[in-house]
């Protein structure tokens, strides 16, 4: 059995920091930590940048060292994938994001996802574009800017938050269009 290389240790490591992200993220949120819950989301916060610097990371250290692996292929994206989703329901649980914008951003991974399979079958790669770049940077920003939650300290923070949220939610689906529309051979019959 081969060894690991550290990018597939970097996305299980990814994978697992989910975990106490949850935990730390809505456990603040429910009280279970006391009178704690701006340090405790900080804290979640700060998990969740270094999950995302993680992506970045182990992707860079792929390439560079030709690290590139069948697994790394797999589980990278669905590491993203499952980041995401996880502070997106827990920021729907927390009030903090429209249940209907997490429901049109994940329904696009799904989209995404099944797309990427159906060219996969047809001996066909689908590259990430920009659009698909942009997107998910407006989403962890707004993320980040979600889970910090300081409205109550600075007044424009939410309005800030809500601009960030319309803009990664409008990237969503630029991003899905734009995908199909490039690639709309691969929904053809042929094999």
């Known amino acids: ?52 610097l993680t992506d970045l990371l182990d ?27 996880a502070a997106l329901i827990c920021l729907v649980e927390m009030g903090r994001i429209p249940s209907w914008v997490v ?24 590259a990430a574009s920009y659009w698909g770049k942009f997107k998910t940077t407006f989403q962890m920003i707004m993320v980040c800017l979600m889970i910090a939650g300081l409205q109550e300290l600075i007044p424009w923070y939410a309005v800030l938050t809500e601009v960030v949220m319309w803009i990664a939610l409008l990237l969503t689906v630029v991003s899905l269009i734009d995908y199909l529309v490039k690639n709309r051979e691969v929904l053809g019959d042929t094999k």
């Open 1 to 52: 059995m081969r060894k690991m290389n550290l990018p597939n240790k970097l996305t299980i490591f990814r994978v697992i920091l989910i975990v106490p992200f949850i935990v730390l993220l809505l456990g603040g949120n429910a009280g279970w930590f006391g009178e704690n819950r701006l340090i405790v989301n900080w804290i979640a916060l700060a998990i969740f940048i270094v999950a995302s």
């Open 59 to 85: 992707g860079r250290i792929a390439r560079k060292y030709h690290l590139v692996t069948n697994f790394g292929k797999f589980m990278d994206p669905l590491a993203d994938k499952l980041l995401v989703c």
């Open 103 to 126: 429901i049109v951003i994940i329904s696009r991974e799904f989209i995404i996802s099944g797309f990427r399979l159906i060219a996969s079958d047809n001996g066909v790669v689908i």
